[in-house]
């Protein structure tokens, strides 16, 4: 069974969700209660695989290799490595607490969790596919359930939310579709195998493209298809908008776990496997991570809609992510995958907030509370710990893998470094400022009666915000889980910098 | 030609012998019936067509052999199509049965002009003469233009027969035009001797070229490529729909056959019966000239079908864009361009028809082709929803669905063949992003909005559901890949040269 841990992690939610297709959609607490169980289940295997995996090398473990489609030489091979990992844990963790922040779904629920579960499989894949073609495959499969998630089950404006973040992933994965055919087609012998794909890299900086380097030309059209899904700057538009109008539970998935997939490609395929298009795209890709967190902070201080801030503070924090790694360096690298994964964890829990909130007062303008933390102290006290979560304050997690990209980043970047800082003022700008006009001053009086938060939302935050500080005060684990497969990372990207002479 | 090799000849010519039977039984049959069990005679020609598909398969092609002078060839290329095509007249026979359109009238010659239209579709997949070539091509456009007017007190269906015949006209005249033009240049008929002879290469290029565009109009105006297009919507909407669906697949493969043999055949540098060490003739680059028409197909089809409001004009048009991806594999033009090219007809008439089949039965039971209409149709029929959502997924080709894979094999020759066609997979790509907005219209129709659970749950007939999931879950399971259908489709692009 060791050996199927990850096929049978990712494909559970899929018997989830036909098992939840056949019970009748009278029996809401069993269909409820099913997909819950579900994804602890898939929680309580993802604990398993990080008990079982061994930290101490950068080796892809777990395998599973099989001949798929023999004729096209492309495998169903999955495995893990110190950077998909964190993000297995972070789906699994992330999927499950969903559940419960989706209970006060009130339409169709049978198709909401059955999707549900569809989109969680998809993540899980993507994840876990060292195939290129199983990994789009996986990639794309998430982009069904999430329209539907959206469309259906979203605020006013959901139908134009569906259909522009659908068009946008869609332009995104057939970019990423002629990248992979390119790389396959380039390739000798032709392969999707990601690991031989890396070994073979040098091949790609010989062949031409369109009259240009292939490897260059690979690298832009990949850079497009993650681009898309971080999403960076200017390839955003469509993130503020979905991030909104999904539910609750969607925003914590799409901010929480399909934002990274877009790093996580970078990390997966484009840097491995096209090391020297690398070296020459890492000045870009740090300018627009400086672009991200300056932009998205200033976007974030001028919103209204508490959510919409929240949105544009993921778009900030991905910033690090992209200044981080761009640096090449381990620290930078490091810092930039812890980053990827508290980010996951912060935003979730803020966005679960904002869902609260929202339940209660029915809007989320910030202007519109005041005053609010007599009534509700409990959800005060957590929402206050959730924002300096978010700002970076030393003690929370974020604080230790943003620091890292700065600590990475600064020799080789420095004066990107330096202006980066200003997104840190900003960030503690737009989020107490926020909180300052939301639960501070004068009592608003509608609302004298409102709820406090309830045990089944805080049982979907607390262990959230443990995990935010227990990484925050000891991030050894997680660093440790993650250091030898980065620092191999940079070191082969590095070594191919220096063959070619760059 | 003696006695002796006629008969053997005719041997291999036992299909189309049993098909041409068939529509004489059915002509026979139906004098007997009376309106009312007309029907019958639709049963009768279904079961006919269940037998000559059948022998179809059994036929034994591996070795490939021309037939009547040369005049036809029966080959695996030809045995794929036809079977193709026959699979596609039992479903839409199916489906006929079921539609309202087709009530209340006398279908005993309706099922009869759809035979000979089969039977004519038979000869183009298989023909190596112009005047083979010809004939059979008006064989086909005739029935076309017959069934399509089958409604006789409509309006609609009178002008779709009528723009039909008007355009099909002036189009075989100039095809027939380039025909000839062939003819006095390389004194035969027979594709194989023009191929002898225009391989010698005295011809020039602009002459050549006047040749390839009078010849491309009369076989792009049979598989509705732009410019030659004009027809299509018109038609698509006035026809009876199940005759819609039809058009858009039977005769668009067989077109698509006719030109990949026409062209593989005498207009390339070398006869070879796998395509092996083959290229296009050297003073004649109609890869090009196809890759442009591939072009304009896609991108007019997608852009106008973003504007229709009537599923069945907006099938029209988007089939317009399919018979675009697909000529991109017509440009590569080699192994795995023109299996692509067959893979992704059969996927196109699974997923093409049950669209169409599904507009078809919501129009008996809801009375409305319009889009906006499908309002909700998720909940209140929600069998059928999954169903046509699946096709409109397989339609956009996203993975996993049949059409994904289809579109897969496509781009994966274009890309393969070489640099200078990565920027036709590019173009080729973004369509397909252009094209999700209107297929997800329907998708959005039907679950998104304001949902009101419905009192009732309407249910198709059952044979109605089973032709649909019969259509339907090929295109779910098309992801395993390595599927049976691919390796055929491979197995199949093997001409007969002489």
Known sequence: MENHLLSIVTFLPVFGAVIIALIPKEKLDIIRWGAAAITGLQLILAIWILYIFDFSTAEVQLQEHYAWIPAFNIEYFMGIDGLSAPMILLTALLSFLAIFTSWNIDKAQKGYFALFLLLDAGMMGVFSSLDFFL??????????????????????????????????????????????????????????????????????????????NAGKVIFILLFIGFAIKVPIFPFHTWLPLAHVEAPTAISVILAGVLLKMGTYGFLRISFPVLKDATLWFALPLAILGLINIIYGAMAALAQRDLKKMVAYSS??????????????????????????????????????????????????DIEGFGGIAKVVPIYAGVTAMAFFAGLGLPGFSGFISEALCFIGAFPVFTWITIFATIGIVLNAGYFLWAYQRIFMGELNSKYEKLEEINNRELFALIPLAIITFFLGVYPTPMLNLMSSTLNHLVEAVKTAGMVAGL | MNLNQIMTDLSYFIPEMMLTGVLLLVILFDLFQKADTSIRSGYVALGGMVLVTLALIGQDVSTSVGIFSNMLAVDPFGNFLKILVSVGTILVMWMSFNSNELKNRR???????????????????????????????????????????????????????????????????????????????????????????????????????????????????????????????????????????????????????????????????????????????????????????????????????????????????????????????????????????????AVYMLMN????????????????????????????????????????????????????????????????????????????????????????????????????????????????????????LPLLFAWMMGDPLSIYAQNAVQFFIK
């Open chain 2, 353 to 472: 028809l049950g669209a169409f089949f599904v507009a078809i039965h919501i129009k008996n039971a809801f009375d409305t082709e319009e889009i906006e209409d499908y309002k909700a149709l998720g909940y209140k029929a929600p069998v059928l929803g999954v169903i046509m959502a699946i096709f409109m997924f397989s339609l956009t080709g996203l993975p996993p669905t049949g059409g994904f894979v289809a579109k897969f094999y496509l781009f994966r020759a274009l890309i393969e063949y070489g640099d200078m066609y990565f920027w036709l997979a590019i173009i080729g790509l973004i369509n397909g992003v252009v094209s999700l907005y209107y297929y997800m219209r329907v998708v959005k129709a039907m679950y998104f909005g304001k949902i009101e659970l419905p009192d009732t749950i309407h249910h198709a007939p059952l044979n109605v559901t089973i032709l649909l999931c019969v259509l339907a």
């Open chain 1, 135 to 212: 990994f789009y495959i996986f990639w794309e499969v998430m982009l069904l359930p999430m329209y539907f998630l959206i469309g259906i089950w979203g605020g006013p404006q959901r139908e134009y939310a569906a259909i522009k973040f659908f068009l946008y992933t869609l332009f995104g994965s057939v970019l990423l579709l002629l990248g992979m055919l390119a790389l396959y087609f380039i390739s000798e012998p032709h392969t999707f195998n990601m690991l031989i794909l890396a070994e073979h890299s040098s091949q790609f900086g010989g062949a031409l493209l369109l009259g240009m």
């Open chain 1, 315 to 364: 778009v900030s924090h991905m910033g690090f992510v992209l200044l981080g790694m761009a640096a090449l360096t381990p620290a930078g690298m490091n810092g930039a995958v812890f980053q990827m994964f508290n980010h996951g964890t912060i935003s979730a829990m803020l966005f679960m907030l904002v869902g609260v909130i929202y339940d209660r007062a029915h809007h989320r």
């Open chain 2, 107 to 345: 279908v005993g010659e309706y099922y009869t002009l759809l035979l000979v239209l089969v039977l004519g579709m038979y000869f183009l997949v298989s023909a190596t003469h112009l005047l083979s070539i010809y004939v059979s091509l008006e064989m086909v456009s005739i029935m076309s233009y017959l069934l399509s007017g089958y409604l006789k007190e409509q309006m609609r269906s009178n002008e779709a027969s009528i723009k039909y015949v008007v355009f099909g006209a002036f189009s075989s005249g100039i095809l027939l035009y380039g025909f000839s033009l062939l003819y006095g240049l390389t004194g035969s008929a027979d594709i194989f001797e023009i191929q002898a002879a225009l391989s010698a290469g005295t011809a020039t290029p602009a002459l050549m070229m006047v040749i390839l565009i009078m010849i491309l109009v009369g076989f792009g105006y049979k598989i509705a490529a732009v410019p030659f297009h004009f027809w299509t919507p018109d038609v698509y909407e006035g026809a009876p729909a199940p005759i819609t669906a039809f058009l858009s697949v039977g005769p668009k493969a067989a077109g698509f056959a006719i030109i990949i043999r026409f062209f593989n055949v005498a207009l390339s540098s070398a006869g070879n019966p796998n395509m092996e060490a083959w290229s296009a003739l050297s003073n004649m680059d109609w890869q090009a000239v196809i890759g442009i028409l591939a072009i304009l197909s896609m991108t007019v089809g997608n852009v106008i079908a973003l504007q229709q409001s009537n599923i069945k004009r907006m099938l029209a048009y988007s089939s317009i864009a399919h018979a675009g991806y697909m000529l991109l594999g017509v440009v590569v033009a080699d192994q795995t361009g023109i299996s692509a090219v067959l893979y992704y007809a």
